[in-house]
């Protein structure tokens, strides 16, 4: 028996989302990425003695609607100080929620595990500045000095805490990403996980199987990509099981995962850390949105992924099976549903769309390239009319996604138009008449000759014939040659 | 008479009629300063060629025939935790010293637009935590009464600069009474305003729910004038309020006025000052109002809830002075060590002393019986006081239980903390509340009255001050002045 | 209330916290300080308040905020002068030793 059979793991995700806002969560300056050192800042965000902040109301906005998509009451809140000394905080606090954030008591479902995870909270927050570590090894141990950017700080951050209530690398990595896919959704955030626009911490414990204690459990830091999560995951999970199996105890920490040498590593445990000295912000007032602002919000919102996925389950008849429904995922995900609607729309079978769509579309738009709607739906088409083979929509999907263009033109390019009615029925002739032996058998019903018949045509044509059609031409010279 | 000794109102309206320029006025007050400074040291910092060039501005947009605004020509002291763009901005800390804000504050900003001149940035008990001045990381004010007295404080430097004549005007901030005491103390008239009636931007926090600007004069009605500028919605505060002061409607008496005198400030106060309170009451009982004593209980409180809910908040906003962007650095071997090095060097000990009270307050295990149940103490006195309210139309008090001290009198921090007995509930509870010079107490020195309105009551406070000053005795003189000075210090 | 008697080791966490350097004997003095502030605090610790709603602003106002519109920014330069330290447009720090 495996050391992972013998224990169960329990995880809670905190997602720190970037607001999409054009300004700051509480001053004027500009929130944009990628900006020269220090040129995004003011009294206000560099924390200048005197400055005072002052709400962002479309951040309000993009926390209610993260809020109604994840299913939370919206509530009266109150901005809070988490007071401690770090050089990338310009007041040496955050203003953050604290006991009465804006959103609480949501859930989140996840298609494929088949489960609800509850959300605790969602909660405004402001971001920190950035510090470069400048010395030998880079790390933030034994840097010479560190270099302070302060253009992040101040922007604003909603701060989603799950229930732990996910129990494998599987599970977080399906929440991070149906998380990321309804907040992307929502317009509240770009969702980029490799600028930091979403950024996970985990707490993982562990326990043995029959037990009902929860065990002490560990922040995971520096999760920077869906990968990093289920690597992460699973090594502190193991981690802690040999810990457990050898007698040992696990102590309550944070750990950064380093993701070249796929290992957690200790960062603090000093308790003095957790004295945050938080006490309600005096200098902004409390935040009660209205009935009137929170349906004005809620009317802003899109169909969200869980209405989305359900549009898909219902043209796969209700009951989509296990695969279909990690294809329905993967389309709601990456919001390529539309193409599936598109297409089956226009009289693709749901089956085919579904496939390319979750399949090679996604792995096209994954690597940067883009496929017009239109296009998708006129290839399909092509495919599924026989036309074109797997293999070659595949081909012309590929180059679309690439160059562009037509549909046509593409399929010129690659030399995939294919044969005339009439140049296929020369070829059943010629291929036909060149095996007479072959022929014979077949007529006599040795259907398995067929492949046999496709293979020479192919051969012949230079593999430009259509397979259905020369077998369907094939099957129709027999039908003459018997009568 | 001398330029130094026209009111405010009076120097703007010559001005602005061309009787006199704005550059003879900032020479007269300058030449003032030169001749006296010495003798007081209001001032951290003297503006002489920027005060010289704004005057210089106004007396040409005048010719020009432009409007300059209510205060044209106006120097105004003003104390140094206030943020002015480009000129040395320190709160009398070391932490501080040679930090030129890249920005001004929303205040500054009003008065400049209505035509006033800022002369001078004046002392301060560091961060304006202090009662007395003696607290200034740099050197004490002395009271222009008499120097071997303090001038009170906080704002210890903008209530002597008025005093002394170096300005007409002055701002200084309020948090337990840092303007109101140190009226009382030099003898001018210094109002708290209600809480978010004055933009806090660009005011350097000490404790950010109690802290407020507010004006100092020589007269009720140039107090009126002065806050009537200041006093407007700021979209750079979020607790700045929707509303503003008309100073147009404060003469029109306290006949048929309702006035309390708050029992629970009574206790402790000397015979002088309690004369003085006395013959107040006589005055205004004169001119027509019906005086009665009258309790608001919680009030007794608001000393203790006060040294948690302030030094709790300074404890956060005082976090930021860490020699990383701006200020005092001193170099450690890492980041920690700098920032322990820094602060050690950089604060006073009364600064240190309240951040580390108010840390306490707030750390794990302590908030709820100490900040979360001084919040709670706030309630009940804000509660108690609008009880009051619905039996009088405003309340009076003595402002300081003494008149001003001498130098190191009060050394233990307890009993400097009660200096500010009477003045504190009023910043817990948001009202306003002023002092007006009202004679003189012990030694000859002045005392002030203090008037408490309700929320957003500053027409009723400003009616209840004019009609106290029409009656006060002439009042207290700079030493240099006076042919013997009064007390014993001769 | 808790004790209002600080012992001198609390004191010194205190200070910690707070990132004032003090030796022991200013914590010896600083202890006997606080103590005597928070045993005059006595007063508040004894009420019977509970259920009381705290004040946290005198101010009953809800809801403050702005348009989400950029507005200028500091000149860099003029940020950097008033700094302790810079370097390539940013602040410099000595370095960060572990994080507490």
């Known amino acids: 028996m495996s050391l992972e059979d013998k224990y169960l793991i329990t995880v809670g995700l905190e997602v720190h989302c970037e607001l999409r806002t054009a300004t700051k969560l509480f001053c004027g300056c500009a929130n944009t990425f990628g900006s020269p050192p220090n040129t995004n800042i003011c009294p206000v965000c560099l924390g200048l003695p005197g400055a005072l902040p002052v709400l962002n109301k479309r951040a309000v906005e993009y926390a209610i609607a993260i809020g109604l998509a994840l299913n939370c009451d919206i509530r009266r809140s109150v901005f809070a100080r988490k007071n401690y000394f770090y050089p990338d905080m310009p007041k040496d606090f955050q203003i953050s929620q604290y006991d009465e954030p804006i959103c609480v008591e949501g859930f989140l479902e996840l298609p494929v595990a088949g489960k609800r995870v509850g959300i605790v909270r969602a909660h405004i927050e402001e971001d920190t500045g950035k510090t470069t570590h400048v010395g030998s090894s880079g790390r933030i141990q034994g840097a010479d000095f560190s270099l302070v950017d302060y253009n992040r700080s101040g922007i604003p951050l909603v701060e989603i805490v799950s229930e732990p209530d996910m129990e494998s690398a599987d599970e ?12 992307v959704a929502t317009g509240a955030t770009d969702g980029k996980m490799e600028e930091g626009s979403l950024r996970v911490d985990a707490n993982v414990s562990v326990r043995r199987k029959g037990t009902d204690e929860l065990g002490t459990r560990c922040e995971i830091k520096n999760l920077n990509s869906l990968r990093s999560l289920g690597r992460a995951i699973q090594y502190e999970a193991r981690r802690q099981m040999e810990i457990v199996e050898e007698g040992g105890r696990v102590h309550q920490e944070t750990r950064h995962w380093n993701e070249d040498s796929g290992m957690t590593s200790s960062l603090r445990s000093k308790e003095e850390a957790n004295d945050y000295r938080y006490f309600p912000e005096p200098d902004l007032v409390p935040l009660e949105p209205s009935h009137e602002m929170v349906e004005s919000v809620r009317a802003t919102l899109p169909v969200l992924p869980p209405a989305r996925r359900a549009v898909l389950s219902e043209l796969a008849g209700g009951k989509p099976s296990p695969s279909e429904l990690e294809q329905i995922g993967t389309c709601v995900a990456l919001e390529l549903d539309g193409y599936v609607n598109s297409a089956v729309a226009a009289g693709v079978p749901f089956k085919l769309a579904l496939s390319r769509a979750a399949n090679e579309l996604a792995a096209l738009v994954g690597a940067g390239g883009a496929v017009a709607n239109e296009s998708f739906v006129e290839l399909l088409r092509a495919e599924d009319s026989g036309r074109l083979s797997a293999t070659q929509t595949k081909a012309v999907m590929s180059r679309l996604a690439e160059l562009g263009g037509s549909v046509e033109d593409a399929i010129t390019a690659l030399g995939f138009v294919g044969l005339s009615d009439s140049e296929v029925a020369a070829l059943v002739e010629r291929v036909t008449s060149e095996n007479p032996d072959e022929w014979s058998r077949y007529l006599a019903g040795e259907n398995q000759l067929a492949g046999f018949f496709i293979g020479a045509a192919m051969k012949a044509s230079g593999g430009k014939v259509n397979g259905r059609i020369f077998s369907a031409l094939l099957a129709g010279k027999r039908e003459v040659s018997r009568h | 008479m001398a330029i130094v000794d026209m009111s405010a109102r009076e120097m703007a309206a010559a001005v602005r009629a061309g009787e006199i320029s704005a550059r003879e006025v900032v020479e007269a007050h300058l030449g003032e300063i030169a001749a006296h400074d010495h003798e007081v040291s209001a001032f951290l910092l003297v503006l002489e060629d920027e005060a010289r060039r704004r005057a210089s501005e106004i007396d040409a947009a005048i010719a020009r025939g432009e409007e300059v605004g209510p205060l044209a020509g106006v120097p105004i002291a003003v104390k140094d935790n206030m943020a002015l763009r480009g000129v040395e901005t320190t ?3 070391r932490i501080l010293a040679g930090w030129r804000p890249p920005y001004t504050a929303t205040v500054l ?18 961060f304006a935590m202090g009662s007395s001045t003696e607290n200034s990381g740099f050197f004490a004010t002395r009271n222009p009464v008499d120097p071997s007295r303090v001038p009170g404080g906080s704002s210890g430097g903008s209530a002597a600069a008025v005093a002394a004549r170096f300005a007409p005007l002055a701002l200084g901030s309020d948090t337990g009474g840092s303007i109101r005491q140190p009226a009382s103390l030099c003898g001018v008239v210094g109002a708290k305003p209600t ?11 000490f404790a950010s729910s109690l802290d407020q600007i507010g004006p100092f004069a020589r007269s009720v009605e140039d107090a009126a004038a002065l806050l009537a500028v200041i006093a407007s919605q700021d979209p750079k505060d979020s607790t700045s309020l929707a509303a503003g002061f008309d100073a147009s409607e404060i003469t029109s008496g306290v006949r048929g006025m309702r006035i309390g005198v708050v029992e629970e400030m009574l206790d402790g106060v000397s015979p002088g000052v309690s004369s003085v309170l006395d013959a107040a009451i006589a005055a205004l009982v004169d001119a027509g109002a019906t005086v009665e004593r009258v309790s608001v209980p919680a009030a007794r409180f608001g000393l203790s809830a006060y040294y948690l809910i302030a030094p709790a908040e300074a404890s956060s906003n005082l976090a930021r002075f860490d020699g990383v962007r701006f200020g005092l650095r001193v170099e450690g071997e890492d980041i920690t060590e700098t920032y322990l090095r820094t602060r050690e060097k950089g604060f006073g000990a009364e600064v240190k002393r309240r951040i580390m009270l108010g840390t306490y307050a ?10 979360g149940k001084a919040q709670q103490v706030r309630t009940l006195i804000a509660r108690d006081f609008a009880a009051a309210y619905e039996r009088f139309d405003a309340l009076i008090s003595p402002t300081s239980p003494t008149v001003a001290f001498r130098f190191g009198e009060r050394s233990d921090p307890l009993s400097m903390y009660m200096s500010d007995v009477c003045t504190i509930p009023s910043n817990l509870a948001g009202h306003p509340g002023m002092s007006v010079p009202f004679g003189a107490a012990e030694d000859g020195m002045p005392a002030g009255v203090q008037v408490f309105a309700p929320a957003l009551g500053e027409g009723t406070m400003f009616r209840v001050a004019m009609a106290l000053e029409a009656s006060a005795a002439k009042p207290a003189v700079p030493v240099w002045r006076s042919a013997a000075a009064p007390g014993g210090a001769a | 209330m808790s004790s209002d008697q600080i012992s001198r080791d609390e004191t010194l966490h205190i200070a910690h916290l707070a990132r004032l350097a003090i030796t022991d004997e200013e914590a010896a003095i600083y202890a006997s300080q606080l103590s005597a502030v928070l045993a005059h605090a006595r007063d508040i610790g004894a009420l019977d308040i509970a259920g009381v709603e705290p004040t946290m602003h005198a101010v009953s106002m809800r809801n403050v905020m702005r348009e989400d519109v950029v507005e200028g920014s500091l000149d860099r330069d003029e940020v950097l002068a008033s700094a302790p330290s810079s370097e390539a447009g940013m602040f410099v720090v000595p370095r960060i030793v572990g994080e507490d």
């Open chain 2, 362 to 371: 707030l750390s794990a295990g302590y908030y709820d019986a100490l900040y």
């Open chain 2, 195 to 205: 809480y978010g009636l004055v933009s806090r931007y660009g005011l350097i926090a």
């Open chain 2, 109 to 126: 900003e009003r008065i400049e637009a209505a035509g006033a001149i800022v002369i001078g940035k004046t002392n301060l008990d560091e």
């Open chain 1, 172 to 183: 977080a990595r399906e929440y991070v990403s149906e998380l990321r896919a309804i907040l």
């Open chain 2, 91 to 93: 709160c009398a800390s």
